[in-house]
């Protein structure tokens, strides 16, 4: 039982892991990271434990109540009968027990969720927590989560456990009655009175088991609850990962189109109205606006991690719906402004964009994203082990990382999203430079606040709540003297 029930474990996290990776964005939004957690962890390792536990309960038990039926059918049938008449009434007090307990059961791993979310994100900003004077709030938060816990947790052990004392109260009424009716067949010298000393013995015996049965209901119930979790998660919608006949990504050009673009995070609020962009291969685009324009959306959806409600995206006249998730992800290099980076050294953090690259790779994209010379001043160069949240660097040169890293992937189409917004302006332009000459050729998108490093771009889109409201190079929106040059004339008056 051991085996299996650590086999069965060990399948499950195995397909919850697989299915974190399938998952739409979408589910994550409405989620904490706890909660997923908790489903991983928690839940499974109760269902293990309960598995393994009463699973063997459940097979002796079963084993001796048969064993036990046989032999008291044996010795008397009206017995018996008398006996067995108990039943429908534990039977009956059991579901009334189970049902009690089973709500409490399903709110415990509910809160168990809940309270290692907060834990989770309340220790992911410990540090906002403390510069807020945030503790008490914090600790009367997880209070309240956990008094529900702690409630639903004693009520749900307290209604099972009450479980044993009433089946044997209810086995020694049967038990009783069984006497009496020995008693009764003896004087009419029906029975022999050895016959009901033995049969007695089995009735002990067979109260036993069942009693014991019921107890188990406990952990089977928390069992049922926690996988019942489980299998909800396991059975969430996917996104499709390949479809039929998927476009080719071979020899792409990586002309981008976006058509008629309209979209929401939610039905009720549109985000993107109505966005048409065309882009030709190898340009250079910069995505311009102010902040909550729409900017990263677009870039989301370019990578489909959302889908578009209307309109479509082009990738070479070919919807992007057409390729297989994992081909379109390979064509674009992605950075992001808020970066990702895991506990290893620097070196591997590097290679996560291309798992076969030399060292000699590694360390010729992170001179292309400026990195090597402050990885060379760090105590043990590329060595360096970056902590789980990766705060033993800064939060530029964190960046510089994320970005040698797509150097490193070499993708068809580049994606920048503020991704040099924390590092001094000299290096910016440095960067930009660099990536300049690595994506000759190839289509870039860049979102970026200092307009001064996107000046050289193909094309220029201006975003406003979600539309384009200038789109044209530098020089004729500067001409226009719109949003745009606006936007960009403030910026040096400022420095001025
Ligand atoms: N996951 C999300 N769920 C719901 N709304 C979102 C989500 N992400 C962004 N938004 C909303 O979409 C709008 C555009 O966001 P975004 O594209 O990130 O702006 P930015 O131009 O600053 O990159 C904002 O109003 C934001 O509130
Ligand atoms: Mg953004």
């Known amino acids: 039982m051991t085996n299996i029930s650590q086999k069965v474990t060990y399948q499950l996290r195995k397909e919850i892991s697989e299915k974190i990776n399938r998952l739409p964005m979408k589910y994550f939004d409405s989620k904490t990271h706890g909660e997923v957690l908790s489903v991983v962890s928690n839940d499974v390792d109760t269902l293990s434990n309960s598995l393994n536990q009463s699973m063997m309960q459940i097979i002796s038990s079963v084993t001796l109540i ?31 027990m189970v049902k009690k307990s089973q709500v409490y059961y399903k709110s415990q791993q509910e809160y168990l969720g809940h309270v290692n979310g907060q834990v989770e994100e309340v220790y992911g900003g410990h540090h906002v927590v403390k510069v ?97 979790r489980v299998f909800e998660f396991l059975g969430e919608e996917e996104e499709v990962q390949v479809v ?60 489909r991690f959302y889908d578009v409600n209307e309109g479509e995206i082009l990738v070479d006249g070919h919807n992007i719906k057409n390729f297989d998730r994992g081909e379109l992800r390979k064509m674009f290099g992605m950075v992001l402004q808020d970066t990702w980076l895991f506990h290893g050294t620097i070196m591997e953090n590097i290679r996560y964009g291309k798992e076969e690259a030399t060292d000699a790779e590694v360390i010729e994209a992170a001179k292309a994203a400026h990195a090597n010379h402050f ?54 332009v440095r960067i930009q430079k660099a990536m ?48 745009y040059a606006n936007l960009y004339n403030s910026q040096f008056e400022k420095t001025a």
Do not use: C
């Open 436 to 483: 300049d000459n690595l994506m000759k050729g190839r289509t870039s998108f860049i979102i970026a606040h200092r307009l001064s490093t996107i000046r050289n771009a193909d094309l220029i889109l201006v975003m406003n709540d979600g539309d384009i409201i200038e789109q044209g190079n530098h020089e004729e929106l500067i001409e226009k003297g719109g949003f």
């Open 66 to 96: 048969i064993g036990i039926l046989v032999m008291m059918f044996s010795i008397s049938i009206p017995m018996t009968l008398v006996a067995l008449l108990v039943l429908p009434l534990s039977a009956l007090l059991i579901g009334f």
């Open 132 to 228: 807020f004077n945030g503790e008490e709030k914090v600790i009367e938060e997880f209070q309240k989560n956990n008094n529900t816990l702690y409630n639903s947790a004693w009520k749900s052990q307290f209604y099972s456990s009450l479980m044993f004392p009433i089946m044997s109260f209810v086995g020694n009424i049967g038990y009783v009655a069984v006497v009496v009716l020995g008693g009764y067949l003896a004087i009419n010298n029906r029975i022999k009175v050895g016959s009901i000393q033995s049969f007695i013995q089995y009735v002990r015996n067979f109260n036993q088991p069942i009693g014991q049965l019921a107890q188990i209901t406990n952990q089977i119930q928390q069992a049922a609850a926690a996988s019942e």
């Open 375 to 428: 990885i060379s001043t760090l105590p043990d160069g590329y060595q360096m082990e970056l902590n789980e949240e990766a705060n033993n660097v800064s939060q530029g040169q964190k960046q510089l990382l994320t970005i040698a890293r797509a150097i490193l992937a070499d993708p068809k189409i580049l994606i920048l999203d503020e991704a040099t917004s924390s590092v001094d302006t000299r290096t910016e």
């Open 244 to 303: 039929d006949n998927p476009a080719s990504t071979e020899g792409i050009q990586s002309a981008v189109e976006f058509k008629h673009v309209k979209f929401g995070y939610t039905p009720d609020k549109t985000i993107i109205n109505d966005f048409s962009a065309k882009v030709k291969p190898g340009q250079k685009i910069a995505i311009v606006g102010p902040t909550g324009a729409g900017k990263t959306t677009i870039v989301k959806l370019l990578m």
